[in-house]
């Protein structure tokens, strides 16, 4: 049995996800947090708070490496732990930091800060020769401007040091550059309390369609566990709608996508972790959007985990505890899984949903679970979940504001009206959420 210490969380899927696999195989963690109250505001609705599976909760500024790492160590004198990890995407160099100083398993540091820099993967993939958009860093207005013309408009605004789309845009011209520089000077501190770097990564728009790899990496080999198809709207910013696995490509452009993100992959140095690539088909072939050091989110994992058996939350667990984690795909009896998440289009707050078709409630009546009971009895659907009335919304920018998703599996991908991505499309679409401003 290990003991693991982990170093915050997301408070989404993966937060859930995680302490099950570490439960399962028998082990236990250690919860270290320079907030608890983030966790508790963010309390799952009729399940078991996944902190109370933790064998310690410990307060210390997790944004603070170098007084943080003589405090881990003294912890690890202390509790002995057998591994370090997390599933929030600011603390992975963190973690990778503690592990090495304390000499647990893990990636090396300095590949992990590397991945999680938009700007520093870009130009360690650029000197590997993997390849990409033309880009540009900038550090301020002025500078963006003048590389902005360099790589022509249409182009993509992002931060450097943000996650799930936050701030990401497409940008058509100059004043709409100004407008996303003064958006992102406003949020000067991320949600974690960490302050941002002021560069900004301008990329060429690559055009075509997204999907992402899905691998996992030990013993100097990446492991191709398969790729995900990506829906992607909400011009002009770019948010992720909804995801099937495995994608619907052709044998030679699913070959071409991983062989680009274990490229990737080997360029940044990444071993011991399990990896979430993002890529774009162009017509000159697959580019790198990005890459991520640790499971995917938006319960791809899940998706993965239905249709191939294979557990990459468990994953994660082994490689942080030095072991090989289990990878043999298993019958399943699902050939396909897709999820697709209803997003509000308007601030305000939520009232209740209607199905399209079957007359509207009364205002203000919760119809949560006679939606979701109704959605629940499809055939092949896996999994609804539907936020509650009196949720206070906002119009969908990035991959933070979803209302709630449906998951349900369907034939093999590319087999028309029935697989998963269709079914899931079909079944959303007469939902609709009641939003009433100013409330």
Not at 303 to 309: A, I, K
Not at 324 to 331: A, I
């Amino acid at each position: 049995m290990g003991h693991l210490l982990m170093v915050e969380s997301w408070v989404g899927a993966m937060s859930r996800l995680l302490p099950r696999a570490i439960a399962e195989a028998g082990h236990t963690f250690t919860f270290l947090t320079r907030d608890l109250h983030h966790y508790l505001r963010s309390a799952p609705e009729g399940v078991a708070h996944p902190l109370l599976g933790a064998r310690n909760l410990v307060t210390a500024d997790t944004n603070d490496l170098s007084a943080l790492l003589p405090q881990a160590e003294r912890l690890h004198g202390a509790l002995h732990f057998d591994g370090v990890l997390s599933s929030c995407d600011y603390y992975l160099p963190t973690v990778a930091a503690i592990a090495g100083h304390l000499g647990l398993p893990g990636p090396a540091p300095q590949a992990v800060a590397a991945a999680c820099r938009k700007d520093e993967t870009r130009r360690t993939l650029r000197a590997a020769g993997v390849p990409g958009p033309r880009f540009a860093v900038c550090d301020g207005f002025v500078a963006a401007a003048v590389a902005a013309r360099e790589i022509g408009y249409p182009l993509v605004f992002k931060p450097v040091d943000l996650c799930a789309g936050m701030f990401v845009r497409r940008i058509d011209d100059e004043r709409e550059l100004a407008a996303a520089h003064r958006a992102l000077d406003a949020f000067p501190v991320n949600a974690r309390g960490q302050q941002r770097s002021p560069a900004v990564l301008l990329e060429e728009l690559l055009e075509g369609p997204e999907v992402s790899v899905e691998t996992v990496s030990y013993g100097g080999r990446a492991h191709v566990i398969g790729v995900t198809d990506k829906s992607v709207g909400g011009a002009p910013g770019f948010i992720e709608t909804g995801h099937m696995f495995p994608a619907g490509l052709a044998a030679d452009e699913t070959e071409a996508a991983a062989r680009t993100a274990v490229d990737a992959l080997e360029a940044l140095g990444l071993d011991q972790v399990v990896a979430h690539t993002e890529i774009k088909l162009t017509a000159s072939g697959p580019r790198v959007v990005e890459v991520n050091p640790r499971p995917a989110g938006n319960r791809i994992t899940e998706l993965v985990r239905h249709v191939t058996g294979i557990d990459l939350a468990a994953a994660c667990v082994d490689l942080a505890l030095g072991r090989e984690p289990e990878l043999e795909p298993r019958e399943t009896g699902v050939p396909s899984a897709a999820i697709g998440f209803l997003l509000p289009a308007a601030d305000g707050v939520l009232t209740g949903y209607d199905l399209a078709g079957d007359g509207s409630h009364p205002e203000g009546e919760s119809e949560v679970p006679d939606v979701t009971a109704e959605l629940e009895k499809a055939p092949g659907v896996l999994e609804v979940r539907l936020a509650e009335p009196g949720t206070r919304v906002r119009a969908t920018v990035d991959n933070n504001g979803y209302l709630g998703h449906l998951m349900a599996s369907g034939a093999a991908p590319g087999s028309g009206p029935g697989d998963a991505r269709t079914r899931v499309a079909s079944l959303l679409a007469p939902v609709r959420p009641r939003v009433v401003a100013g409330r």
